[in-house]
Nanobody
Framework: QVQLVESGGGLVQAGGSLTLSCRAS??????MAWYRQTPGNQRELVAK???????NYADFVKGRFTIPRDHTKNTVTLQMNSLVPEDTAVYYC??????????????WGQGTQVTVSS
């Protein structure tokens, strides 16, 4: 049974940093991604990394968030810097067995809350 577990969320002041972690088990994953969601809105892609090491970032986090380039297929982190209140959301880890599969991906974690205060 596949499980994805996020950790690392919490409260941070604007301008601060936070690192989220996702540990996946029960399968082999060729894509792992981070999404976020605020009340009343759809989940939006934050960043993703493929099994070959290719990364992609949403425009609103480029230059601020980083997925480590050298990742293991079952573990991914999200390093968040220069946080702003607009980053407040529930952050979800998502994964799939196929590198080029069309989103949404098959597996999802329960999410971890990130709150950025002003």
């Amino acid at each position: 049974q596949v499980q994805l577990v996020e950790s690392g969320g919490g409260l941070v002041q604007a301008g601060g940093s936070l690192t989220l972690s996702c540990r996946a088990s029960g399968g082999i994953f060729n894509i792992m991604a981070w999404y976020r969601q605020t009340p009343g809105n759809q989940r939006e892609l934050v960043a993703k990394v493929t099994g070959s090491g290719t990364t992609n970032y949403a425009d609103f986090v480029k230059g601020r968030f980083t997925i480590p380039r050298d990742h293991t297929k079952n573990t991914v982190t999200l390093q968040m810097n220069s946080l702003v209140p607009e980053d407040t959301a529930v952050y979800y880890c998502s994964a799939d067995s196929h590198q080029f599969v069309r989103p949404p991906y098959t597996y999802w974690g329960q999410g971890t809350q990130v709150t950025v205060s002003s």
